[in-house]
């Protein structure tokens, strides 16, 4: 994979800036389907585990997973564990067969060192720092070899409870009047309502 390969076109424009950790989630979540040996999925095929967090320093790793596996938020088949680590579970939810894959330390430790690396840490934004330290940063993680960016576990079995279908049933708030979700409505003083008017004072 390089720069020029659409998957990665692809990541950028949702991700929006160069980073090494959007093209490290690309290539984690195609590790993991050729492991399962399952496709990207339209629907709710899958679902990826992320481990990182809200504030996590590689955030962005999310986006790669969710280009490369068609596990998104809005799809609702993505979930953040908020450990705080560089690894995703992706689940074949037919089979409940999984495997979780790891950012190899030596990976991590090229990235940490970086001068890319040492202006993020200063609180430079990633779009405003010179192409030219991030790009060898890219293209080295598009064109290693998997098992220098992963350590890849054996695949074992993994029940996820079942989530909620999807709701297509609204009504309108009593108090603001904007559409919302039905099993999200509350009772207030008789009227239905959404949450926020619920729990206004």
């Given at each position: 994979m390089n720069i020029n390969d659409e998957?990665?076109?692809v990541g950028l424009a949702l991700h929006g800036h160069k980073c090494p950790a959007m093209p490290?989630?690309?290539?984690?979540g195609l590790a993991a389907m050729e492991v399962l040996g399952v496709q990207h999925a339209?629907?709710?095929q899958l679902t990826a585990l992320v481990e990182i967090d809200r504030n996590h320093c590689s955030t962005c790793f999310a986006d790669g997973i969710q280009v490369a596996t068609g596990c998104t938020f809005g799809k609702g088949n993505i979930r953040s564990l908020g450990y705080g680590k560089f690894a995703l579970t992706?689940?074949?939810n037919k089979t409940s067969r999984s495997v979780r894959v790891v950012v190899t330390h030596e990976a991590m430790r090229r990235s940490q060192e970086s001068e890319f690396i040492k202006f993020r840490k200063q609180g430079t934004p990633a779009?405003?720092?010179?192409?030219a330290l991030v790009e060898p940063l890219i293209d080295q993680v598009l064109a290693e070899k998997t098992e220098v960016l992963f350590t890849v576990e054996p695949v074992k079995e993994i029940k996820?409870?079942?989530?909620?279908?999807?709701?297509?049933?609204?009504?309108f708030c009593a108090e603001c009047g904007e559409v919302t979700?039905?099993?999200?409505a509350r009772v207030k003083h008789g009227k239905i309502v959404c949450i926020p008017c619920a729990e206004k004072i």
């Open positions: 998957l990665y076109k490290l989630g690309l290539r984690a339209p629907d709710g992706l689940i074949d779009s405003q720092i010179d192409s996820l409870t079942p989530i909620a279908p999807h709701a297509f049933d609204t009504i979700v039905e099993r999200y």
